[in-house]
């Protein structure tokens, strides 16, 4: 079974700074893979970024990037020079390798951007 | 960009109606899935769906839910007699593959019971 935990249930960031969101995930698979996901308050699911567990580098795209340290089992999301539209719910989710289908979920955090 | 298409995207419904959701995955994907989410909690799976059959369920996903690809664009999913504990937003995914493909949400629906 897997498990993903996010421990900030709410951050506050100035605007044009840099923010990190935790996440941390358990697994005994060794092929996995880690994704970001932002929820506005619209509702709507969108994915950001995704980490392999076996890819040397870490991931980016674009102001997103992700912090993958192998051997802590964290993949936080860093999300450089905030925007006000960045204020957000944002989950990270495990997906396992090997036939497994299911995209686990964790609890979320909600960002807000501050003028 | 292609997108994944969901309709409604607010159903209203009374406890004990069957409602069915629809989506429209992104055309050259070849898994499908649903998932929800209450007000306020994690988003939860529900099943995935491929090649006309479901591949995983989850204990949530019992006789009152199906799913079906009627034709070669939409994906249902239908809820027979809905409860008001379904009330919650239902989110369709696809990915052009398994393992570790990224899975592309859509807007969701929002399902109100009363």
């Known amino acids: 079974a897997q498990k993903i935990t996010q421990t900030q249930p709410g951050m506050f960031v100035q605007e044009k700074e840099a923010v990190t969101l935790d996440c941390t995930y358990d697994t005994s698979d060794p092929s996995y893979g880690l994704f970001w996901y932002k929820q506005p308050s619209s509702g709507e699911m969108i994915f950001l970024i995704y980490q392999g567990s076996y890819d040397q580098q870490n991931a980016t795209e674009g102001r997103y990037s992700l912090n993958f340290q192998k051997a802590r089992k964290s993949a936080n999301l860093v999300i450089s020079a905030s925007q006000l539209g960045d204020s957000a719910m944002y989950f990270c989710?495990?997906?396992?390798?090997?036939?497994?289908?299911?995209?686990?979920f964790g609890i979320g955090t909600k960002l807000q951007v501050i003028p | 960009e292609p997108e994944v298409t969901q309709t409604p995207s607010h159903q209203v419904t009374q406890m004990g109606q069957e409602v069915i959701l629809r989506c429209v995955p992104i055309?050259?994907?070849?898994?499908f899935y649903w998932y929800r989410q209450i007000l306020g909690q994690k988003v939860e799976f529900l099943v995935s769906?491929?090649?006309?059959?479901?591949?995983?369920k989850s204990e949530i996903f019992d006789d009152q839910f199906s799913v079906e690809r009627p034709d070669g664009s939409n994906f249902t999913l239908k809820i027979r007699s809905t409860k008001l504990e379904d009330s919650a937003m239902y989110f369709c995914?696809?990915?052009?593959?398994?393992?570790?493909?990224?899975?592309?949400f859509g807007p969701g629906t929002r399902l109100t019971v009363l």
């Open positions: 995914a696809s990915s052009a593959g398994q393992g570790t493909d990224t899975q592309y």
């Open positions: 769906f491929y090649n006309n059959e479901i591949s995983e």
């Open positions: 055309s050259n994907h070849l898994y």
């Open positions: 989710a495990m997906r396992l390798s090997g036939g497994y289908q299911k995209v686990t």
